[in-house]
């Protein structure tokens, strides 16, 4: 009988614990903010009098979700994106860069597909890299060729 109390006693126990690790987890998780960090960035194309529009976003419980989003228009769509009207790119950098008039090159680690029903004047270029030697230098030389990163992890506005 009494190996019975103390298996009882054993369970009792065990659901206090994890009873007060629930609640503390419970009341902790309330205090969290999960706002999407976003930022958002204006490339001008002013012979054509065009714009294009960039949105960094990461959210998620562990900030484990990101995208980079090229518009012709403001997003202001949240996490809702349009791949027949925008770019989208599920990764945490892009790099880019004017040429000419008319042209922006992208420097990205994998294509997307041009968006059917985007509105812009302005030539979107994605460049795959071929190689992870080449990510690296292009992380720490990018400004030396003449580009411009966007990333979701750092605010460089």
Request: net charge negative.
């Amino acid at each position: 009988m009494s190996r019975v109390k103390i298996f009882l006693f054993c369970i009792l126990v065990l659901f206090t614990i994890l009873g007060i690790l629930f609640w503390v987890f419970w009341i902790n998780l309330k205090k969290m903010d999960f706002t999407p960090i976003v930022n958002q960035y204006t490339i001008e194309f002013e012979e054509l009098q065009d714009k294009l529009f960039i949105e960094t976003r990461l959210w998620g419980l562990t900030g484990n979700h990101d995208a980079i989003v090229i518009s012709s228009e403001p997003i202001s769509n949240g996490v809702q994106f349009s791949k027949e009207k925008e770019y989208v790119f599920f990764n945490n950098e892009l790099f880019y860069k004017k040429i000419g008039i008319d042209t922006l090159l992208l420097r990205v680690y994998h294509k997307v597909e041009e968006p059917e029903k985007m509105s812009t004047k302005v030539k979107i270029v994605q460049k795959e890299f071929d190689l992870p030697q080449e990510i690296d230098d292009f992380k720490i030389n990018y400004e030396k060729y003449g580009f411009t990163m966007v990333s979701t992890i750092l605010n460089n506005k």
